[in-house]
């Protein structure tokens, strides 16, 4: 017998960050997870413009993606595997201005990330994990945004497995040597 799992929308701590379970049949052959309905979105009050742009990204187990917070909305997801997600609001006018949230994702759930709001992730299980981008803009190596090194302390992140700063299969140069919140505020 199929289990029927509704569309569901559930607010964080950042003003236009949400977690949202997607709409899922679970049966013995496996499962239909619905990726995106215009009108779910709607009706819970979530008007998004048309995806310009859809990307997957492969992380390998304990490795880290982000922050990253461009000028764009992002619905994020995770196709395959397992991540611990993780999001700082470094909107300049923002009342939730650096405030962070954190959770476990699986496959059936998805973040909705508002334009200014960094997105990141650590690759938690076994085999490499799928994440899923859905961008309302294309990505330029241009784009306006703001980058914070995922190794800030002062975010307290609490990242499940250990991080080298050093290791480039663990972390890019380039995320690991990003100014942190404090500073990429200031710079704002």
């Not at 619905?34 to 819970?44: I, L, M, N, T, V």
């Not at 917070?69 to 619905?75: D, P």
């Not at 909705?112 to 981008?133: D, I, K, R, W």
Request: with cysteine; hydrophobic share 40%; proline share 7%.
């Amino acid at each position: 017998m199929a289990e029927i799992i509704d569309f569901d929308v559930e607010t964080t701590d950042i003003e236009g960050l949400v977690v949202v379970r997607m709409k899922q049949v679970l049966e013995a052959r496996g499962a239909v997870r619905e990726f995106f309905r215009a009108s779910a979105f709607r009706d819970a009050g979530y008007e998004l413009p048309p995806f310009q742009q859809i990307n997957v990204t492969e992380t390998k187990p304990g490795a880290v993606r982000g922050m990253h917070g461009e000028a764009m909305t992002k619905l994020v997801a995770i196709a395959h595997g397992t991540a611990y997600g993780a999001w700082v609001d470094a909107r300049p006018e923002s009342s939730t201005r650096g405030t962070v949230v954190q959770t476990e994702l699986r496959p059936g759930v998805q973040v909705l990330v508002p334009e200014g709001v960094c997105n990141g992730f650590q690759s938690t299980g076994e085999a490499p994990t799928q994440y899923v981008y859905c961008f309302t803009r294309e990505w330029t190596p241009d784009m306006q945004g703001v980058a914070i090194t995922p190794l800030d302390p002062q975010l307290g992140i609490r990242w499940p497995l250990p991080i080298d700063a050093s290791d480039r299969e663990v972390i890019s140069e380039k995320d690991s040597a990003a100014p942190t919140l404090s500073e990429a505020l200031a710079a704002l």
